[in-house]
């Protein structure tokens, strides 16, 4: 499975970005898909899921304002960023093979910077 990210960039603070992630190889429709974070100085955070079936589990740092979504038919999974804050600011990464709608599966991307300043 490969993964590639894309959608990052410069926003200022109370702005939105939408990150995709367009996945190959073969399972992708049958894996929960993630996204992930990792802030400076900070530990690995979970962002959101989304199982095959289309359940999702968003964490509480973003609740309210993230919303995950995926296209199978496309291979692709989103991340819709609304009022982000500057404590937003990180590299995202997307996953495949969640497990349990937490734990990170063996399948990463290289990543996409995100950063929230005015």
């Known amino acids: 499975v490969r993964l590639v990210e894309s959608g990052g960039g410069l926003v200022q603070p109370g702005g939105s970005l939408r990150l995709s992630c367009a996945a190959s190889?073969?399972?992708?429709?049958?894996?929960?898909m993630g996204w992930y974070r990792r802030a400076p100085g900070k530990e690995r955070e979970l962002v959101a899921v989304?199982?095959?079936?289309?359940?999702?589990r968003i964490g509480d740092s973003v609740k309210g304002r993230f919303t995950i979504s995926r296209d199978s038919a496309q291979n692709m999974v989103y991340l819709q960023m609304d009022s982000l804050k500057p404590e937003d600011t990180a590299v995202y990464y997307c996953?495949?093979?969640?497990?349990?709608?937490?734990?990170?599966?063996?399948?990463w991307g290289q990543g996409t910077r995100v950063t929230v300043s005015s």
């Open positions: 190889g073969s399972g992708f429709r049958f894996n929960a």
């Open positions: 989304i199982t095959s079936g289309g359940a999702t």
């Open positions: 996953n495949s093979g969640v497990d349990r709608l937490s734990r990170p599966g063996p399948y």
